[in-house]
């Protein structure tokens, strides 16, 4: 592979080798943020709660002021926000806490339905939904007291889909079901022969060699791939006249659900099954692969990767955060007792 | 050569009879003056006395005009005949007197007069008994001091080829005007004794007369042997001044400043979508059928238009000329190429050309994994010509072109929603029939119909952000141009210039891919997540007259050219605004007409030094992907812009050259992303941008002397746009400030030739990275950039070397060439790079020291 590399180097130019140092956790940042529900209408109210750890591990409390950040952002902005997000200021309203409800415009401001018209200008452009056709109302998470960025979150919005006729739009409505963030299940071992040990509850540690690696594996629940009344779950096929038990109270599931999701380029709704996508972070010792994931196609349900052990002795903290591709957040942590070999 | 008039008649009236019926001269006889007489006008009076049947039987001068004259005007009057005049109704015998008028009328020439010296090229002195012959097979050997004449030269362009002892035959073209006479100085290569030469391009410095202000051209032979061009003709263009480096690749042409789609690049008068393949390591055209290219970087006459940048006009060899079958094969570690040319039935020809890049397909076999770390470009191109000589002057010509492209990168990641891929596809081909007549006299015509198509295919992907273009185009078109001699100092071009093309566009995905100019991002950033759809068809007409002037009073020291364009433009889009459901959409046309003026000026006050300045207006109609409803904007202006240069230059001794020119350009309308809050809809771009550009070149250029030719050349250039009127003036993404290239070819002893180039480049502006934003919901950071562009990248060196040996084998050569890039191994940065929180950044660096191992067959 070396050969290849500087084979191709001759052929093509040379990329350096810029180490991917996300995973380490060194110092106080946000791994996550998780806003309940992750999904809802604009004026509901939404509570935000970060992973915010640092070298030691999780950091209690919440030291952030929570806002909602207002203004749009211009189609010359390639960024997830306008730069106004990025200061305090005109564009920023306060949250009550960590908690606060929706801008009741928000579809308007940040979804398919048109803002106002400007004098003498035909209507203004809405915006484009993203691949999953969702819109977000973008949350800010600041330290004043630190002079670092912000950190965005993004609160997904249920605004209906855009340009349709009634019936499509009822057929929408009927089967489209609010997000709910993925969780981990397990966190489990994978020892040497294939077996797979679970973690027992998240204050448990687990004792390795320094040096040592193992691979750990994250599982999710698993989500149904078809209808079937009585299964607690209420898929898009099914609604309460057809299954009274499961949509009477809409119950998600928390791995990768399936959600229907308009194709604007072929204008038929379609059923999609979320892909996750697993963040993995630890205090010490180094992991395989940064983030690993499924893809929407992938019906497997667990994600692996390794960790190498630090040389000395000491106490690792990590965590695993899975991601849903409507803005789903869910996470688990785990501590590592290293030994002297 | 002289003619008589009739000036009066008066017959005799006898008895009462009436003239019923006066005579009238049915054939009339040149009187021919004796030798020695040197007065040419006079006027001779005679009485005539016809007979019944109308033939002369008497002359008697009645007014003389000397002596010399009476005799000729009378001994021609006898051979007059008359019809029969009547009196009373019957043919008669009358007397009639008639004025002889000698006049003196001049005849323009028909023919040319060829004369010229010929000299050893390193001595600089004139060689004896050099045969020069003409194509019709007329010639004539140097005297002495190394001169010939030939007159009575068929006029239009002919072949010369020049023989001699301690002389390869040699082959060049002249183009020979009815009455005038052509004084060329051929300098050549004279052979050692006992060496064997080969063929080799002739320089000569024969008077032209310049239609645009500023330009180079250059010879096809001259350019293959450029280091660093792999033998690619058309590569020339990257080392020529004006013209930007362009980025590892890129493959794309930066001239003045000017985007890349703002320069034209026309091939026969035909515009083709590209100059160079995907990567720039080669042209679409093979070298064999290229004669020459010439570069115009600003300020072109007013038979071109559609475009805001500078002018890259290509012209192919011609096949009709041809006398023998000639046939090229090469190969290196990019590609294999093959030509071969026929002439057929002694009128005309027929060539075909290939070319077929193998590194990707190589690499796909036997390592498949390589594009995902690296775009491999895959390409192939054709070239068919056909040409039949119709009369000397007179030509008709078929030329078909296809190239094609191909580039699949892809990033691999653990994590699906991480991976990242791009597959895109360009293909164009056209084909035009041209017929060319050179009067002779100065006239000249050319008509050109041409047709084509273009496809684009362009997927890309981020995760689940996947972005589609599909690009379906037609094009038709015809040029034609009437090009007079009015006067010795006037010449009159009137002509049409026109194209149509209609475009099906099919685009879905993220509205910030592909990018495009002003964009503020970093390498490898996410594009936004936003996707929209859009499905619609552009048709653009262009259909624009022209005139143009170029007087010059005084012969070379004087040259005004001056044109007018009338370029009205009309497109007609299948969507005006973004659909709304299923309900039906109204389309739009517009319609923009614009006037362009344009003007260059050159005089040579010494005969080794000239003064120049040009100025025109220009515009070009929006691209046809930015008139997307969901994407652009539909109601896109077409940009328009100006061009004013200055220069001055001229031979300070014979073999060197030098050329400075100074310019400024400016360009409006051009379309940017919207910087509203709320755009409006159908409004994602608006029409809102504005360019200047401003700078000098300088171009050092030594003719082969010794062996030796090249030339340097030095661009110091700010380019500069600003998104809004209200916006501060910033660096454009194709600012490039200095531009250094220096070229030197030797032509060795024993074949061989070596050849040197080096260049100086700055680095492109980008915007710095000053921070980064955690965006939790996509888990990444996204940048946060200080002032636009106000960062660049490293200055870029890179020393080139070429070495080659030509073996004659038979009636065929080999040559083996290597071409070595980057000979000193310089570690040049091409692209910032920046770890996934963009605290740390890196440098992609472009390619090391790289030996090209080539080898031509050519017979």
Redesign the interface.
């Known amino acids: 592979m070396e050969a290849m590399r500087w084979t191709l180097c001759l052929l093509a130019g040379c990329v350096p080798e810029l180490i991917d140092d996300t995973p380490y956790v060194d110092e106080p940042r946000v791994l996550a943020i998780r806003l309940d529900p992750p999904e809802a209408v604009p004026g509901a109210t939404v509570r935000a709660s970060a992973l915010f750890a640092d070298a030691e591990g999780l950091v209690d409390g919440d030291p952030f002021v929570w806002s909602f950040c207002v203004a749009r952002k211009p189609l010359a902005e390639l960024g997830p926000v306008s730069p106004r997000c990025y200061e305090p200021g005109e564009a920023w309203e306060a949250m009550d806490g960590a908690q606060g409800a929706l801008p009741a415009d928000g579809c308007a401001r940040f979804g398919p339905n048109p803002p106002p018209a400007e004098a003498g200008e035909s209507g203004g452009r809405p915006v484009d939904p993203d691949p999953s056709g969702g819109y977000y109302q973008p949350v800010v998470a600041s330290r004043p007291a630190v002079d670092e960025e912000p950190t965005l979150a993004f609160a997904r919005l249920r605004c209906g889909i855009p340009n349709v006729n009634q019936e499509t739009f009822v057929a929408w409505n009927r089967a489209y079901r609010d997000n709910v963030s993925p969780m981990p299940e397990t966190l489990s071992v994978v020892g040497e022969a294939g077996t797979v040990v679970p973690w027992e509850g998240t204050g448990d540690a687990i004792e390795v060699q320094a040096g040592a690696t193992m691979t750990l594996e994250v599982a999710w629940p698993a989500c149904p791939d078809s209808a079937s009344c009585g299964d607690g779950v209420c898929s898009p096929e099914e609604d309460v006249t057809t299954c009274r038990d499961d949509c009477e109270i809409p119950t998600g599931c928390n791995g990768a659900e399936r959600y229907v999701v308009w194709d604007t380029a072929d204008k038929i709704l379609r059923l999609r099954r979320e892909a996750l996508s697993i963040a993995w972070y630890v205090t010490g010792g180094t992991v395989a692969e940064a983030r690993t994931g499924r893809s929407a196609d992938d019906p497997e349900r667990t994600s692996r990767n390794e960790w190498t052990a630090p040389s000395s002795a000491g106490e690792v903290w990590g965590a695993v955060v899975l991601r849903d591709d409507r803005g789903g957040v869910g996470y688990r942590s785990f501590r590592v007792r290293v030994r002297d070999p | 050569m002289f003619g008589g008039l009739l000036a009066s008649l008066a017959w005799a009236q006898e008895g009462g009879q009436v003239l019923t019926k006066a005579p009238e001269l049915l054939e009339f006889a040149e009187a021919e003056l004796p030798a020695g007489v040197t007065s040419r006008t006079a006027s001779v009076v005679l009485r005539l006395t016809l007979g019944v049947d109308g033939r002369v039987e008497e002359v008697e001068v009645v007014e003389s005009g000397g002596e010399d004259f009476d005799a000729a005007a009378s001994e021609a009057a006898r051979r007059f005949l008359f019809s029969p005049a009547e009196i009373d109704g019957a043919p008669s015998r009358v007397r009639i007197l008639y004025r002889y008028e000698f006049v003196e009328r001049l005849e323009l020439p028909t023919t040319a007069i060829f004369s010229g010296v010929v000299r050893d090229r390193e001595r600089r002195v004139p060689v004896p008994g050099v045969t020069v012959t003409l194509a019709d097979g007329r010639r004539a050997v140097t005297d002495g001091e190394g001169r010939f004449e030939i007159r009575d030269v068929e006029p239009g362009t002919l072949s010369i080829t020049l023989e001699g002892e301690r002389l390869t035959a040699l082959g060049t073209e002249e183009t020979f005007v009815a009455g005038e006479r052509l004084d060329a100085t051929y300098d050549v290569f004279l052979l050692e004794e006992g060496e064997e030469g080969d063929d080799m391009e002739i320089l000569v410095s024969a008077p032209a007369l310049r239609k645009a202000a500023v330009s180079t051209e250059v010879g096809a032979e001259e350019a293959r042997k450029i280091p660093g061009t792999q033998g690619d003709v058309l590569r020339v263009v990257e080392s020529l001044p004006g013209v930007a480096r362009a980025g590892?690749?890129s493959g794309s042409l930066v001239v003045w400043g000017a985007a890349p789609d703002d320069t034209g690049v026309y091939v026969d008068g035909v515009r083709v979508p590209r100059l160079y393949h995907d990567?720039g390591l080669r042209s679409v055209l093979g070298s064999d059928i290229v004669r020459s290219v010439e570069l115009v970087p600003g300020g072109f006459g007013a038979a071109y238009g559609r475009g805001l940048g500078g002018l890259v006009t290509v012209k192919t060899a011609r096949v009709e000329d041809e006398e023998s079958v000639r046939a090229t094969v090469a190969a290196d570690l990019y590609d294999g190429s093959a030509f071969v040319s026929v002439p057929v039935v002694g009128r005309g020809g027929i060539a075909v050309g290939g070319r077929y890049g193998w590194?990707g397909p190589l690499l796909d076999q036997f390592?498949p994994?390589?594009q995902d770390?690296?775009?491999?470009p895959r390409y192939y191109d054709v070239q068919l010509r056909a040409g039949v000589k119709l009369r000397p002057n007179e030509a008709l010509d078929v030329t078909g072109i296809v190239s094609g492209d191909r580039t699949v990168r892809t990033a691999p990641?653990?994590?699906?929603?991480?991976e990242a891929s791009e597959d895109r596809r360009v293909t164009f081909q056209r084909a035009w029939l041209r017929y060319s007549r050179d009067g002779g006299d100065g006239t000249v015509t050319s008509v050109v119909v041409f047709g084509g198509a273009d496809q684009q295919d362009r997927v890309a992907s981020f995760g689940?952000?996947?972005t589609s273009i599909r690009t379906r185009q037609a094009v038709v078109g015809a040029r034609a141009s009437y090009r007079a001699r009015i006067h010795p100092a006037l010449t009159l071009e009137g002509g049409l210039d026109s194209e149509v093309s209609v475009a099906s566009i099919v685009r879905?995905g993220s509205?910030?891919v592909p990018g495009r100019e002003?964009?503020?991002?970093a390498f490898g950033?996410p594009?936004?997540?936003?996707?929209?759809?859009d499905s619609f068809q552009v048709v653009q007409a262009n259909v624009a007259p022209y005139v143009e002037a170029a007087l010059a009073p005084w012969k070379e020291r004087l040259t005004v050219v001056a044109g007018l364009r009338l370029d009205p433009q009309v497109r007609s889009v299948s969507r005006a605004?973004?659909?709304?459901?299923?309900a039906p959409t109204n389309g739009l046309l517009v319609e923009d007409t614009r006037l362009e003026p344009r003007i260059s000026v050159r005089a040579a006050p010494l005969e080794a030094m000239y003064v120049m300045a040009a100025a025109g207006l220009y515009s070009q109609q929006p691209q046809a992907q930015d008139l997307s409803a969901a994407f652009g904007n539909p109601s896109l202006p077409a940009p328009r812009g100006a061009h004013y240069l200055a220069g001055i230059g001229g031979r300070p001794a014979k073999p060197l050259s030098i050329d400075a020119t100074g310019y400024f350009t400016r360009s409006r309308d051009l379309a940017?992303?919207?910087?509203?809050?709320?755009?409006?809809?159908?409004?994602?771009l608006e029409a809102t941008g504005d360019g200047r550009a401003y700078g000098a070149q300088f171009m050092l250029r030594l003719d082969a002397v010794a062996g030796f030719s090249g030339w340097i050349s030095y661009s110091l250039g700010w380019s500069e746009r600003r998104?809004t009127p209200e916006s501060s003036w910033r660096p454009s993404d194709f600012d490039q400030r200095h531009v250094l290239t220096a070229l030197v070819a030797y032509d060795l002893p024993l074949g061989f030739d070596v050849g040197l180039r080096a260049r100086v480049a700055s680095g492109y502006p980008r915007s710095e990275v000053q921070?980064?934003?955690?965006?939790?919901?996509?888990?990444v950071?996204?940048?946060?950039f200080g002032e636009q562009n106000a960062l660049r990248l490293p200055t870029f060196f890179q020393a080139d070397v070429r070495v080659a040996k030509e073996f004659a084998v038979r009636a065929s050569t080999f040559e083996i060439s290597l071409d070595v890039q980057n000979v000193t191994n310089f570690k040049n940065t091409?692209e910032f790079?920046?770890?996934?929180?963009y605290q740390?950044r890196?440098?992609?660096?472009?390619?090391?020291i790289?030996p090209v191992l080539g080898v031509r067959w050519k017979r």
């Open positions: 590892l690749g990567g590194v390592y994994a390589v770390f690296f775009p491999i990641n653990a994590d699906p929603a991480r689940p952000v996947e879905e509205t910030a002003g964009d503020v991002r950033q594009p936004p997540d936003q996707i929209a759809t605004l973004p659909q709304v459901g299923i940017m992303r919207s910087e509203r809050e709320q755009p409006a809809r159908g409004a994602a998104n921070g980064a934003v955690y965006d939790v919901r996509r888990d950071y996204q940048p946060v091409e790079i920046y770890s996934s929180d740390e890196g440098g992609i660096s472009s390619l090391p790289l």
